[in-house]
């Protein structure tokens, strides 16, 4: 019971319930009794632990809520076992990707570096293949096949090109190879003057041929707009052509790119006008209204190179024709004044139109 | 919860010296995964994680109620740090001492901290067994007495004693066994 007494002392002593004698009194006996003193440090660490013990035990049940708590917000987005392993093995695999990447991109970077020259000894290859291959080119003729166009007509016309009147008396030029065959010829013009033709001369070597009305209802096409150059033109030079691709008549633009034709042919021009079959035979007039060549064809699997006759090989079959009073008349009556020039090109087609004729060629 | 009332380190340390339970709760849930993270990338499981970072957290709530936190850092950098050095030291425990940590942030040394806290849980520990070998009544008897401060009447009524000195001296009786039990295995440390 003594015992009792004294805890009963020493917890109002720690938790300072004491009245000031009475604990004046026992500090007094806590000096001079080394036991008791002994027993109050036991008794204040034991309660001191106890409630630090049961403060604890609160807080971590407050933290385990809280983490539940946490738990219960991410349930949703728990992480899957393929994103654990990923966070932890993010780095290691990183590494390992760029490696790999890095080692495959500069493998392909070697390998395209080592195979340059060798490239270049194929490029070689090819030029000298395509060489060998320009000489088996033929230069292919533009003859536009017509199957079932022109229904209505009781037999349609088996090719077209296009020619254009060398003077007001009825006489025309077109490519050779267009009429090549024919037995009947007729030409129209955008106006829709229709008229029966005639071959009267042809130059093979040239691909020259000229033509002339037979219609008799015919009496002139009017005064030519066009003069026929003698003299070269230059390289460079801006030059047209109307033709006859389709139905319709269309122009065609471009320059002059070389000077001589299809395998180094002198007597033709290189041009950088896109044309198509149909396009044979046309008149190819450069900026002032001159007429300077004849369309003669292209090279096959070669863009923008078209060739023409130049006018000067077509001014020396004129004079070559035999004499009879038809050539004559043509040297005569040749165009001698340009009605074009100074005119912008709008103008220039208006008033040249109505000398290209397309030409339909039956047989 | 709002989540702007605790934006800085400064308002989360007012919070908790305020006892409001919602600053403890966004901290925790604030810093969790990058502990985790920690844990998670130097062999530990997610018990493991959260066990340390409880831990952690514990040492930091009680040195701001103790006002023995001299916070020369942000929060999160001294919340890591307790919680590297505590993992490091479960490490060795478990005999596998990692060579390399796989740090993610830069720590302090928190050495004195943790300490501190190792030795109270080794109080804690022997509190808890002994009051473990008490047994009912005493222990519960002590509890609602010394932890949850109740009054000596509701005790008395509640364990149904006749009156409060017979209370008192079941009470001390108890204090008086669990004594012994305690300071059987607790030795201060020298």
């Known amino acids: ?236 030079e801006k030059v047209y052509t109307l033709g006859y691709p389709r139905e319709d008549i269309v122009f065609g633009e471009g320059s002059l790119s070389s000077a001589s034709g299809f395998e180094g042919d002198t007597t033709a021009y290189q041009i950088s006008i896109p044309l198509n079959p149909g396009n044979s035979g046309g008149p190819l007039l450069d900026d002032k209204g001159n007429l300077i060549g004849v369309i003669s064809g292209k090279q096959a699997g070669q863009e923008g190179a078209a060739f023409a006759i130049k006018s000067a090989y077509l001014l020396q079959m004129i004079n070559e024709l035999p004499q009879t009073d038809t050539s004559a008349a043509i040297a005569l009556t040749l165009p001698q004044k340009n009605a074009l020039s100074g005119q912008n090109r709008p103008q220039q087609l208006k008033k040249l139109k109505d000398y290209v004729f397309v030409v339909k060629v039956y047989n | 919860m709002k989540k702007s009332l605790y934006e800085t380190d400064e308002a989360i340390l007012e919070g908790i010296r305020r006892d409001d339970e919602r600053a403890l709760a966004y901290l925790y849930k604030l810093y969790f995964p990058m502990i985790s993270h920690f844990i998670l990338s130097n062999s530990g499981t997610d018990d493991e994680a959260k066990d340390i970072y409880q831990e952690g957290v514990i040492v930091f709530y009680e040195k701001i109620k103790g006002n023995t936190l001299e916070l020369s850092c942000q929060i999160k950098t001294y919340l890591y740090s307790v919680c590297r050095r505590l993992w490091l030291k479960r490490l060795a425990e478990k005999g596998r001492y990692a060579v390399k940590m796989e740090d993610s942030e830069s720590f302090l040394p928190v050495e004195e901290d943790t300490q501190h806290h190792e030795e109270q849980e080794r109080q804690f520990g022997i509190m808890g067994e002994s009051l473990e070998q008490l047994g009912e009544p005493c222990r519960s008897l002590l509890e609602d007495y010394y932890i949850r401060m109740q009054n000596m009447q509701v005790i008395t009524e509640k364990f149904g004693y006749t009156n409060s000195d017979t209370a008192k001296n079941q009470k001390y009786k108890c204090l008086q066994r669990l004594k012994k039990l305690f300071f059987a295995t607790y030795k201060p440390e020298v």
Do not use: C
């Open chain 1, 1 to 236: 019971m003594l015992e009792y007494r004294a805890y009963e002392q020493i917890e109002s002593y720690l938790n300072n319930e004491m009245a000031a004698d009475e604990r004046a009194a026992f500090e007094v006996l806590l000096r001079t009794d080394p036991r008791l003193a002994e027993q109050v440090r036991e008794h204040r660490k034991l309660l001191h632990t106890m409630r630090s013990f049961g403060q604890r035990q609160s807080l971590k049940q407050q933290l385990n809520l809280i983490h539940s708590e946490m738990e219960d917000e991410t349930a949703v987005a728990t992480p899957a076992p393929w994103k654990v392993f990923w966070n932890r093995h993010v780095q290691t695999v990183a590494v390992a990707a760029s490696v790999s990447l890095l080692s495959v991109f500069g493998t392909l970077w070697s390998v395209q570096q080592l195979k340059a020259p060798v490239r270049q000894q194929t490029a070689h290859y090819v030029e000298l293949r395509r060489e060998v291959e320009l000489l088996k080119k033929t230069q292919t003729a533009i003859i536009n096949g017509i199957n079932d166009a022109t229904k209505p007509a009781p037999r349609p016309a088996a090719f077209s090109g296009t020619g254009f009147a060398i003077n007001a008396d009825g006489y025309l030029v077109t490519s050779s190879h267009v009429v090549e065959g024919a037995d009947s010829v007729l030409i129209e013009n955008e106006a829709g003057q229709k008229y029966k033709v005639v071959e009267v001369y042809r130059d093979q070597i040239h691909d020259l041929s000229i033509l002339k009305v037979s219609d008799p209802a015919f009496t002139t096409f009017g005064k030519l707009p066009y003069t026929f150059k003698t003299a070269e033109s230059d390289l460079g």
